[in-house]
T-cell receptor, first 114, second 111 residues
């Protein structure tokens, strides 16, 4: 979805380096999410944020940190990258509408850690 | 945690109706059922969401029986472009459960 952008789209780095993946959205949504996807597997939730002051750990937060700089921006950092963090990373957004929750996903960032 | 179970894969032919069933025995009272579609190297795309009975939109229908312990995504007259992975999610928007993607169902549409 063009309303959710991720930078960079591809990144190759070395073990031990600090990496930041950025996500921006123009949908005006309060809620933002970071997922990773490994080949042949489903998405796994890393962190989620229901508003600027709310940050929550997901299923696999170890080795990652996040920053919600503004309503429209949610960054994911790998403090010291390791090879098993090689994956496709997706950012998503949604707005609160009672029980209804439709997430809009960005195009993904393909990260390779050597 | 409302764990979901789906078939790993399904094959169909162009023009047929496809039904993908998801089992969610531990669904909670407040939980909604949501389906996403994902093409390779793209983010998932929302298809449909429902709470009970039947929901229909321009691309699919969602059937939910009275006990809500399962749901069926129905895709009418599939085409080759419907080849994708389909995910069933269960949860309430105030919780992380609704953000849990399983392994999904790989649907392959054959000519």
């Amino acid at each position: 979805d063009a309303d959710v952008t991720q930078t960079p789209r591809n990144r190759i780095t070395k073990t031990g380096k600090r990496i930041m993946l950025e996500c921006s959205q123009t949908k005006g949504h309060d809620r933002m999410y970071w997922y990773r996807q490994d080949p042949g597997l489903g998405l796994r939730l890393i962190y989620y944020s229901f508003d600027v002051k709310d940050i929550n750990k997901g299923e696999i937060s170890d080795g990652y940190s996040v920053s919600r700089q503004a309503q429209a921006k949610f960054s994911l950092s790998l403090e010291s990258a390791i090879p098993n963090q090689t994956a496709l990373y997706f950012c998503a957004t949604s707005e609160y509408r009672g029980g209804y929750n439709e997430q809009f996903f960005g195009p993904g960032t393909r990260l390779t850690v050597l | 945690l409302a764990k979901t179970t789906q078939p790993i894969s399904m094959d169909s032919y162009e023009g047929q109706e496809v039904n993908i069933t998801c089992s969610h025995n531990n669904i909670a009272t407040n939980d909604y059922i949501t389906w996403y579609q994902q093409f390779p190297s793209q983010g998932p795309r929302f298809i449909i969401q429902g709470y009970k009975t039947k929901v229909t939109n321009e691309v699919a229908s969602l059937f939910i029986p009275a006990d809500r312990k399962s749901s069926t995504l129905s895709l009418p007259r599939v085409s080759l472009s419907d080849t994708a992975v389909y995910y069933c999610l269960v949860g309430f928007s105030g919780s992380a459960r609704q953000l849990t993607f399983g392994s999904g169902t790989q649907l392959t549409v054959l000519p």
